[in-house]
Every structure is written in structure tokens, then in C-alpha cells.
């Protein structure tokens, strides 16, 4: 059993950054692929960012955000640069045991609790 554990979320103006942590609890995240998610109120669960074989972004990234993992395998990282009033959701880590990220949340095995992220215009 993985445990996700999200940090990082807050309250930040438009144009600022904000970097949310994604850390395994009592496991690493080798040979496992790690998304991403937000969700506003109201709307469905989008794909973000993910990291595995390869790492892959969702269309309205647009270059602002950056996907990481440390050297051990235990954290990933979201770098979310210039971000916008639109930005603002709660953000969710995900992880499935393959190497390959993929954008449907249904795929993932493991799930953290999430991360409010509000960006004021």
C-alpha cells in the first residue's frame, strides 16, 4: 500500500509561483509513474503534469509548470511558474504501479488527500 502525502498549496497573487510536494509515505516511487490532478469546484478532475518513462503535461500548462522527482525516488514535485486566477483548485498527487504516466485519473492506483491551491487576481 503507497501512501501519498501533498504539501505545498496556499494562497498566492496572480503571476507568483508556488511548488506542491508529492512524498511517498514509507515506500519510493520506483517503477511507479506519479500525476498531477486538479480539481475545481464543480468541474472534473484534470490532468496536470505526470512523471515516469517520460514526463508529460496537460494542454494549458503551456510551459508554466515543471514535473520533478528527487534522486531517491520519494518526492515529486510540481513547479508551478506565473500562475493564474484559473490555476485555483485542489491539487492531487497520484501514483500506478507502471512507468507510464497517463492522463485518466481512473488509472491510478494510490490517491493523496490534496492540496488547495488559490491564486487571487
Known amino acids: 500500500q503507497v501512501q501519498l502525502v501533498e504539501s505545498g498549496g496556499g494562497l498566492v497573487q496572480a503571476g507568483g509561483s508556488l511548488t506542491l510536494s508529492c512524498a511517498a509515505s514509507g515506500h519510493t516511487f520506483e517503477n511507479y509513474a506519479v500525476a498531477w490532478f486538479r480539481q475545481a469546484p464543480g468541474q472534473e478532475r484534470d490532468f496536470v503534469a505526470g512523471?515516469?518513462?517520460?514526463?508529460h503535461y496537460g494542454g494549458f500548462v503551456q510551459g508554466r509548470f515543471t514535473i520533478s522527482m528527487d534522486g531517491a525516488k520519494k518526492t515529486v514535485y510540481l513547479q508551478m511558474n506565473n500562475l493564474k486566477a484559473t490555476d485555483t483548485a485542489v491539487y492531487y498527487c497520484?501514483?500506478?504501479?507502471?512507468?507510464?504516466?497517463?492522463?485518466?485519473?481512473?488509472?491510478?492506483?494510490?490517491w493523496g488527500q490534496g492540496t488547495q491551491v488559490t491564486v487571487s487576481s
Open positions: 497520484a501514483a500506478r504501479s507502471s512507468g507510464v504516466a497517463n492522463m485518466r485519473p481512473s488509472v491510478y492506483d494510490y
Open positions: 512523471i515516469g518513462w517520460s514526463t
